[in-house]
């Protein structure tokens, strides 16, 4: 699911690329390039699909430069995040005090920062001891 909108992104990129080259060919690159945009218009702007793509070590926000794409992507796995810490803190809240004092305390450490620290980690792929815990879900 992270993959498909990067693909999108580069596919008119390369086919542009091709443009030049292949002059025979020019009607079906046009013509491709008319159909990817007008078939896939409506996904390049799913915000699930944008925070899978955000999410994949290979790409993270290096695969597109509009900001309002990227802007989006990262609110929505904000949003889950804090949707989630929400329901932990409710979910450990149920328990007695005298099972996990500080089981609230703990889930919110967890969580605080980590999309940041997601983002400016340098390393592509490594293992999941390496990574937050937002890949290891």
């Not at 080259?21 to 699930?48: M, N, W, Y």
């Not at 794409?69 to 409710?90: F, M, P, S, T, V």
């Not at 605080?112 to 490594?126: H, Q």
Request: proline share 4%.
């Amino acid at each position: 699911m992270g993959f498909l909108l990067p693909t999108l992104s580069q596919l008119p990129e390369k086919l542009k690329k091709l443009e030049s080259s292949c002059k025979v060919c020019r009607p079906l690159l046009t013509a491709l390039q008319t159909g990817i945009q007008k078939r896939f218009r409506d996904i390049l702007q799913d915000h699930e699909l944008i925070a899978a793509a955000i999410l994949l070590p290979k790409f993270r926000t290096c695969w597109t430069t509009e900001e309002v794409i990227l802007k989006a992507g990262l609110d929505y796995i904000r949003n889950h995040l804090k949707k989630n810490l929400a329901e932990g803190i409710l979910a450990n809240s149920s328990h007695s005090d005298e099972e996990d004092f500080f089981a609230p305390m703990k889930s919110e450490n967890l969580q605080a920062g980590e999309l940041e620290r997601y983002l400016s980690c340098s390393s592509l792929g490594g293992g999941s001891e390496t990574q937050p815990a937002v890949l290891n879900r």
